[in-house]
């Protein structure tokens, strides 16, 4: 039995940042397989749209014939369609094959380009009549309607204007309504609050893709939306300044995350299982414990960062674990590697070891980059590691492998140990405590 795919029906964006590109990005971090007919080629970039060279109608219906020979297609996203003419081929073919479809009404880009000529809007509503559902933005709605909107109260006027020309559900996205969205579905309304912060070069066009995933993969409008919601929030937080324009949206971003958390785990836990083997490892334990951590790429808070729950401490000779590996388990370790990713972006990892003077020997004999800091220069209101690893990179000729201190009042003097992955500082860790033990 075929798996269904999910169809967009959508311009073609140089840019990479909306159209086609968008929607197939979308679709695949929903986990779904996209196919495609593409309606025009844009001239596009983070700036806007500089040229629209639409296809003929005969080659869009020519490529929905291609699809539909082999793909069980249940559910359609509609993009940019540009003429009157494609338009109305493509409600035809859509009809004909029943399949539901939503319409994303684009008219202009995000960065700046007129997408739809004006004698193609009353072709447009015709296609809406039979919509599953519509997801235009404030000025969108306010030319298929004519209501001007400034509030939820007119955004839901304009809802209802668009149910009455036909659509089952309407969704009013709300970029320019206060991140609010309006959705009406059987007479019933819902509004949905967000947030937005960042690039919104594609939004329109991957909110209704992600919307249109949802729906195919069984939500109903309501809870179609409001994932819909959440996942371009999330793809416009981590947008890219990748042009000197509007920066496009991330839809994989949170794939991407998810695989580098597992991946962390994964190499964490490799790390530990090291030291645990390594009987000379217990050399290397402080009074008060040590940890072993690791970042994600970009972190840029403790939740970032892995680490074991607890500390951990000798028992029978070996390293021992306090507690299970998770992220969000360590303020001091973590703390060091923010610090030191701010200077550096691969050093994603750190361990706090014992300060002897064999230790820091064998740091030495390893070549290691040495640098060291005293708890005397910390200035008040200060956090030591978050200070003592921005002072050991700001003063020394390049990114250190070691930072440690010799205490002071009430504080136990540490050597900690920087790298790129939780392994490789284990391994690092590991041919000091052995050579450490034969000094």
Not at 113 to 140: C, R
Not at 298 to 325: F, K, N, P, Y
Request: glycine share 8%.
């Amino acid at each position: 039995m075929k798996n269904p795919a999910l169809l967009t029906i959508a311009g073609s964006d140089s840019g990479g940042g909306a159209g086609v590109q968008a929607d197939i990005k979308t679709f695949a971090a929903c986990g779904v397989h996209a196919v495609c007919a593409i309606t025009a080629v844009t001239s596009q970039n983070t700036h806007g749209v500089q040229h629209v060279f639409p296809l003929p109608a005969e080659v869009v219906v020519e490529q929905l014939e291609s699809v539909f020979s082999d793909f069980d297609v249940e559910f359609a996203k509609i993009g940019m369609l540009y003429s009157s003419e494609t338009i109305r081929a493509v409600g035809k073919y859509l009809k004909k094959r029943d399949v539901s479809y939503v319409v994303d009404p684009v008219m202009s880009a995000e960065a700046g380009g007129n997408l739809l000529p004006t004698d193609a809007l009353l072709s447009l509503k015709d296609l809406i009549k039979d919509a599953f559902a519509v997801t235009p933005n404030k000025f969108e709605a306010q030319t298929l309607t004519g209501v001007t909107i400034t509030s939820v109260d007119d955004a839901k006027r304009a809802a209802l204007k668009l149910c009455e020309i036909g659509a089952k559900a309407v969704v009013i996205t709300g970029g320019h309504l206060d991140c609010r969205d309006v959705v009406l579905s059987e007479g019933r309304f819902k509004v949905i609050n967000g947030s937005v912060e960042g690039g919104t070069h594609g939004a329109g066009c991957t909110y209704s893709a992600a919307l249109t995933a949802n729906l195919m993969l069984g939500d109903d409008i309501f809870d179609a939306a409001k994932k819909a919601k959440n996942f371009v929030i999330d793809a416009i937080s981590s947008s890219r300044p990748v042009g000197s324009g509007v920066s496009p949206v991330n839809q994989m971003h949170r794939i991407i995350e998810d695989a580098d958390r597992f991946n962390v785990l994964q190499n964490l836990a490799r790390a530990v299982k090291e030291l645990q083997e390594c009987s000379e490892c217990v050399l290397l334990l402080p009074e008060v414990g040590c940890n072993i951590a690791m970042a994600i790429q970009e972190a840029s808070t403790q939740g970032d960062v892995a680490a074991v729950e607890g500390r951990i401490v000798r028992l029978r000779d070996r390293m021992h674990l306090t507690g299970c590996i998770g992220f969000g388990a360590s303020r001091h370790v973590a703390r060091i590697i923010i610090s030191a990713l701010r200077f550096n972006p691969v050093l994603r990892a750190a361990m706090n070891i014992r300060f002897t003077p064999e230790i820091l020997d064998a740091c030495n004999k390893l070549k290691l980059n040495t640098v060291s800091f005293s708890r005397e220069d910390e200035p008040p209101l200060t956090k030591t590691m978050d200070w003592g690893t921005s002072y050991a990179f700001l003063h020394a000729a390049k990114a250190p492998d070691v930072i440690y201190d010799e205490g002071g009042v009430g504080k136990e003097a540490m050597i900690r140990l920087l790298g790129t992955d939780a392994l490789s500082v284990a391994k690092k860790a590991i041919m000091i405590a052995r050579i450490a033990a034969d000094a």
